[in-house]
């Protein structure tokens, strides 16, 4: 049984500068930024060599415009996050627990990035058409999660479930559940154009302190 380790606080060595009491510590926020921000990193360095290596073999790849569609959509979403992530500066009560209910959102824009595109192989042809609505079900139901998890976080920071940020995402959590359980094409065509649209306006209502 390993028993619990008893920190005594240590003397300051006489011949080492003392800290300077000026200087403010590290903030819970600072702390925490860092493990969103790797994660999101993450995220975007898969886009980014997804897209690379559909490029390099393009003479093998057919093309499909919903799959670069949603590349594009989860890339600026992952942008988005980190950027809009600098309102959780303003929380003044954080534990493991909230902490790990937050960071699930960039986890599951991690996972939707990581199934957007295709492992490209040597030798390989693929077809992204082919591709994106064999993997639909893994690829919405994490993109749909974000949302879910961003609705539930909004509406307990606003106070009310009429916040338009929270409204919106879960709006955005339905449209793209359904596209995981669906195989027609207009059908995603129209979701994702709708989706597209309803979250470049929150994203143009944030610049603009619209919400």
């Known amino acids: ?6 920190i005594t606080p240590r003397r300051h060595p006489p011949n080492l500068p003392k800290p300077n009491p000026s200087v403010e510590a590290v903030s819970p926020f600072e702390h925490i930024s860092v493990l969103i921000s790797i994660i999101l ?3 975007i360095t898969q886009l980014l060599i997804g897209l690379h290596r559909l490029v390099q073999a393009r003479e093998r790849v057919k093309t499909y415009w919903l799959s670069l569609l949603w590349a594009a959509l989860i ?13 959780l500066r303003e929380e003044t009560i954080w534990n493991f627990f909230y902490f790990l209910f937050v960071l699930l959102s ?24 082919e591709y994106y609505y064999g993997s639909r ?19 307990i920071q606003a106070g009310t479930i009429v916040d338009y ?3 919106s995402n879960a709006i955005s ?8 359980v669906s195989r027609n094409a207009r059908y995603h065509a129209v979701v994702t154009i709708v989706v597209a649209l309803l979250f470049l306006s929150f994203i143009l209502s944030a610049a603009l302190q619209l919400r």
């Open 1 to 6: 049984m390993l028993l619990p380790r008893i």
């Open 41 to 43: 990193g993450l995220g």
């Open 75 to 87: 890339f600026i979403a992952q942008v988005e996050w980190w950027w809009s992530s600098y309102a």
């Open 106 to 129: 960039p986890v599951s824009l991690y996972l939707a990035a990581a199934f957007a595109l295709p492992d490209i192989e040597k030798g390989e042809r693929y077809d992204l058409r």
């Open 137 to 155: 079900g893994w690829f919405f139901g994490f993109v749909a999660t974000g949302p879910v998890l961003d609705a539930i976080r909004r509406a």
């Open 165 to 167: 940020g929270a409204v």
């Open 173 to 180: 959590a339905v449209l793209v559940g359904s596209l995981a």
